[in-house]
T-cell receptor
Framework: KAGVTQTPRYLIKTRGQQVTLSCSPI?????VSWYQQTPGQGLQFLFE???????NKGNFPGRFSGRQFSNSRSEMNVSTLELGDSALYLC??????????????FGPGTRLTVL | AQSVTQLGSHVSVSEGALVLLRCNYS??????LFWYVQYPNQGLQLLLK??????LVKGINGFEAEFKKSETSFHLTKPSAHMSDAAEYFC????????????FGSGTQLTVLP
């Protein structure tokens, strides 16, 4: 079974631009979560999508948004990029059943550099 | 609110020596606890997890961890380090009400010396 895929793997943008990152979950997984990883702040939860609806949101400004499609693929968008948005953006998928914990499987990430 | 503290941002051990990576958590409700490993330019791979039941959990690659509620700890150990264990390790916590929102520690970079 194919793992979580993220595209693109690397991206360079300039301040003020916007960017869209894509995540394809493992087949059958319906929950997609996004995390930002930076040297200064570490790994931080951005948001989770399930059944095309945002279910949880971390403490990030409104410039960070996302969506999920009917096939469970998810995109996240960052508008008006700032230098501090340079990070590795990780996507994780899980089954999200009602019983207990479902393991999250992480993709390789998208490395975003803002110049 | 929940939080995770990893003691030691860098740990060096000799090949064949014991690996001990420390993790303490804070959670007002029963936690789910995890250890992830990250190799350069890769995502996170789950090493092991504690949700309920046995407090000593075994994971992949010979790693294990023990959940100690009284000490609010979940330290990661491996009896004998291998060169391939060199990576960054993250402890994470969540709870049943929000199981997909992981709170991570700051990470520990493990170096294995020949």
């Amino acid at each position: 079974k194919a793992g979580v895929t993220q595209t693109p793997r690397y991206l360079i943008k300039t301040r003020g631009q916007q960017v869209t990152l894509s995540c394809s979950p493992i087949s059958g997984h319906r929950s997609v979560s996004w995390y930002q990883q930076t040297p200064g702040q570490g790994l931080q939860f951005l948001f989770e999508y399930f059944s095309e609806t945002q279910r949880n949101k971390g403490n990030f400004p409104g410039r960070f948004s996302g969506r999920q499609f009917s096939n469970s693929r998810s995109e996240m968008n960052v508008s008006t990029l700032e230098l501090g948005d340079s990070a590795l953006y990780l996507c994780a998928s899980s089954l999200r059943s009602s019983a207990g914990y479902n393991e999250q499987f992480f993709g390789p990430g998208t490395r975003l550099t803002v110049l | 609110a929940q939080s995770v503290t990893q003691l030691g941002s860098h740990v060096s051990v000799s090949e064949g020596a014991l690996v001990l990576l420390r993790c303490n958590y804070s959670s007002s409700v029963p936690p789910y606890l995890f250890w992830y490993v990250q190799y350069p330019n890769q995502g996170l791979q789950l090493l092991l997890k504690y949700t309920t039941g046995a407090t000593l959990v075994k994971g992949i690659n010979g790693f294990e961890a023990e959940f100690k509620k009284s000490e609010t700890s979940f330290h990661l150990t491996k009896p004998s380090a291998h060169m391939s264990d060199a990576a960054e390790y993250f402890c994470a916590v969540t709870f049943s009400g929000s199981a997909r929102q992981l709170t991570f520690g700051s990470g520990t970079q493990l170096t294995v010396l020949p």
